[in-house]
């Protein structure tokens, strides 16, 4: 029964917090929001035994995609932190890991071990049965990371001369 | 078992509502990417809790929420860079105002 309410209060925090991601005006507000309903979504994660996953949804989507959001905010709005907005967010995250911190440490090491190889399993051979069993996994990522960088330096690679369109219009104007 | 079952389908669900609704109904490019971060964190705990047995999550959901992920994470870093080359070109990141077809 406890267990039950714990995992209701996580998951109604969630919906909470990403109808205020949704709603909030404010872009550095919402993202703030964001990286706590992350923060949260982890901590899920974590109860519901899949630790692994906790870890990397606190490193991708609170820690690498906040990071991208905020380069992307200050690069278009132009928004600088103000003083009281940055203690705000401050307190917010020094709040989000002494919760994390108080979750994680409970069965720490036991935890981990749910998704390891099984009992007995020579750690030598870890390697081994990450390209046999995960290779397809790990090589798809690579593909998708690769891809990904391609695909962002060739959006964001700096234009020279006019355009097509730029062209054409002049040239129409030149025939005229 | 199926208590949390009942439990999580539901919000995964609401969720990705929640996610569909801000892809469809906010103007500015950035909150629509979020819109799209919040819809796939849907969509993985969604695959944590199929995956969910008396041991523990599945390692085959886990892997696949795992993949989702690094998809959602390389779909933010490419519509992010979008948004700046808009940005460039448009001046706003306001859907409304991208009406103009001239590049």
């Given amino acids: 029964m406890v267990d039950y309410l714990i995992h209701m209060t996580f998951l109604a925090l969630l ?3 990403a109808f205020l991601v949704i709603e909030i005006k404010d872009l550095l507000r919402a993202l703030a929001i964001f990286i706590i309903m992350s923060s949260v979504l982890s901590v899920i994660f974590y109860i519901l035994s899949a630790p692994f996953i906790a870890v990397f949804q606190l490193a991708i989507y609170a820690g690498a995609i906040a990071v991208l959001f905020l380069a992307t905010l200050h690069t278009t709005k132009g928004r600088v932190l103000s003083e ?12 989000m890991l002494l919760v994390m911190v108080l979750v994680f440490s409970v069965n720490l090491i036991d935890a981990f071990r749910v998704v390891t190889p099984p009992q007995g399993y020579p750690l030598e051979e870890a390697p081994f049965f990450l390209w046999t069993y995960r290779g397809f996994d790990i090589i798809v990522q690579g593909f998708l990371l690769l891809a990904t960088v391609t695909a962002v330096t060739a959006i964001l690679r700096k234009k020279e001369g006019v355009g097509v369109i730029e062209e054409a219009v002049e040239e129409s104007v030149k025939n005229e | 078992m199926n208590e949390l079952l009942q439990l999580y389908i539901p919000a995964s669900i609401l969720l990705i509502a929640m996610g569909i609704y801000c892809m ?39 892997s696949m929420a795992l993949i989702s992920m690094t998809i959602g994470a390389c ?12 940005f460039r070109h448009y001046g706003t990141t306001d859907v409304r105002k991208l009406r103009r077809l001239r590049w």
């Fill in chain 2, 24 to 62: 469809a109904a906010k103007r500015d490019l950035i909150k629509i990417v979020l819109g799209i971060e919040i819809m796939t964190s849907g969509v993985n705990l969604n695959l944590i809790v199929m995956g969910l047995g008396s041991n523990g999550v599945d390692a085959l959901a886990q």
């Fill in chain 1, 84 to 95: 009281k907005l940055n203690l705000t967010i401050g307190l917010l995250l020094v709040g």
């Fill in chain 2, 75 to 86: 779909v933010a870093a490419v519509a992010l860079s979008i948004i700046i080359n808009t």
């Fill in chain 1, 15 to 17: 919906i909470v917090l």
